[in-house]
C-alpha cells in the first residue's frame, strides 16, 4: 500500500493514540488478530481508529471516529501465554475519506489533517 492508498484500521476501544508517542496494544480481537496476521511486520502502516461506544464487540467504519491517528508497528510480541501485543508508534492525524473494506478487518483511504484544521488554541497563541 502506497503512502496515498488505502491502509488496515486497527480499531481500539479506549486507548487514544497521539502522533509522536508509543502505544502497546493488547491485540485479543479476531478482526485485529487477522489484521495483525497481514501486517508485513515492523514499519508496517496502519489507521489507529478509536470507537465511538467500546461496548461494540464487532466495530465497523461508522462505529469509529472520522480523525484517526497513521501508526507504524514499531514491536511485535507473543508472550509466552500466547497474548499478541503491538507496540505502535504514531505518525500523524488522518481522516478516513472513504471505506474500501470493512471485513475481515476494515480498510481504509485518508487524508492528512493539517494542525489548522484540528481546532483549539495553539501554545504559540496568546491566551494558552
Do not use: Y
Not at 9 to 30: E, N, S
Not at 87 to 106: C, D, H, N, Q, W
Request: net charge negative.
Amino acid at each position: 500500500m502506497g503512502e496515498d492508498g488505502p491502509l488496515p484500521a486497527l480499531t481500539l476501544r479506549t486507548l487514544v493514540a497521539f502522533p509522536g508517542t508509543a502505544l502497546p496494544v493488547v491485540i485479543g480481537r479476531r478482526a485485529s488478530i487477522e489484521l495483525m496476521n497481514q501486517l508485513d511486520g515492523v514499519g508496517a502502516r496502519l489507521l489507529l481508529g478509536l470507537q465511538k461506544d467500546e461496548r461494540t464487540e464487532e466495530p465497523t467504519a461508522s462505529d469509529l471516529h472520522a480523525i484517526c491517528v497513521e501508526g507504524t508497528v514499531s514491536t511485535f510480541i507473543v508472550d509466552p501465554s500466547g497474548q499478541r501485543v503491538l507496540v505502535l508508534r504514531g505518525a500523524r492525524r488522518r481522516r478516513i475519506t472513504k471505506v474500501t473494506r470493512e471485513r475481515p478487518f476494515i480498510v481504509a483511504e485518508s487524508e492528512v489533517v493539517q494542525p489548522e484544521e484540528e481546532g483549539g488554541a495553539r501554545p504559540s497563541e496568546p491566551g494558552t
